[in-house]
């Protein structure tokens, strides 16, 4: 009865609307009503707040959600392997990584999967590396593509790609390919960048701390395509991954700007939970993302 009371919070959390709720649970309104009293009252504080539009979490529902996710992640897990049991000819992988390795280097790979295994869901989520470990951990995919290095004593990581980052320019700045550029002087012109959380960006600031520089990027994004778009009308240098763009360098709408400073090769890699095997399909994915 407690774990029942826990999965309608759970489910109620995630919906954010009681009659929602309701119908994903199989159960009436009033029955979820009377359920998240239960809990509230066992646990003696208020979980909800209800607005025009549904509820929202108080802090204490906060914190609750916060622990019980790995839970329910984990029985969603169980209830996936005993289907396999049952059916081998089905399954699924969800796999998780950003919006540019997903596009770059997931995408190619799923399409050639699904046309040999087209009984095997593959399905994404995408997130920066910290949000991409955080949903390993609390069990809410299979696999994880991130950049390296990353800290973690609960995942297996496996090192998958190289890839090399680059500073790129339109058309206004194109005087600048034609030269090797000292780093300092990238400082004189608009730098454009992801936000601070991601890790292309804490890789750029570690390129310019090493030679005793700060930078402070003018323009801000939040993905590699509108980063290469700010980069074509001219509205700085961007700083990118050189596999995101070799199509739009070897047509000349981008260039490369060559610094005085070797920038080392950054890691990709494939993470996966410790201790909890993958599933037959997630398996047979993950393998076959590690062949050549």
Request: include cysteine; charge should be negative; hydrophobic fraction near 40%.
């Amino acid at each position: 009865m407690q774990l029942d009371l826990y999965h309608v919070f759970y489910v109620t959390a995630l919906e954010q609307n009681f009659s929602k709720a309701a119908k994903k649970l199989f159960i009436t309104q009033p029955s979820i009503s009377h359920s998240i009293k239960q809990l509230e009252e066992r646990l003696g504080i208020q979980l909800f707040i209800r607005t025009s539009k549904g509820v929202i979490l108080t802090k204490e529902g906060e914190t609750l959600l916060n622990y019980i996710t790995p839970i329910f992640g984990l029985i969603d897990y169980a209830e996936g392997k005993i289907a396999e049991l049952i059916n081998l000819e089905s399954g699924h992988v969800t796999i998780g990584g950003s919006d540019s390795t997903c596009k770059h280097f997931l995408l190619p790979k799923i399409q050639t999967f699904q046309n040999m295994y087209p009984e095997i869901k593959v399905k994404l989520q995408h997130g920066s590396t910290p949000q991409i470990v955080e949903k390993l951990t609390n069990g809410m995919i299979d696999i994880g593509i991130v950049h390296l290095p990353i800290n973690e004593n609960e995942i297996n990581i496996i090192e998958y790609l190289s890839i090399n980052s680059t500073f790129i320019v339109g058309k206004k700045y194109k005087a600048l390919a034609n030269k090797t550029v000292a780093l300092e002087e990238i400082l004189n012109y608009p730098i454009i960048s992801f936000s601070e959380t991601s890790s292309t960006r804490r890789f750029l600031e570690h390129i310019f701390h090493n030679q005793g520089l700060i930078v402070k990027p003018d323009i801000e994004v939040g993905s590699v395509e509108l980063l290469i778009e700010c980069a074509k009308i001219g509205m700085g240098i961007a700083f990118v991954t050189k596999e995101m763009v070799l199509k739009e360098l070897s047509e000349g709408e981008l260039f490369e700007v060559h610094i005085n400073e070797l920038i080392e090769e950054r890691k990709i890699g494939l993470i996966t939970k410790k201790e909890i095997p993958l599933s037959v399909a997630a398996n047979t994915f993950f393998n076959y993302l590690l062949e050549k």
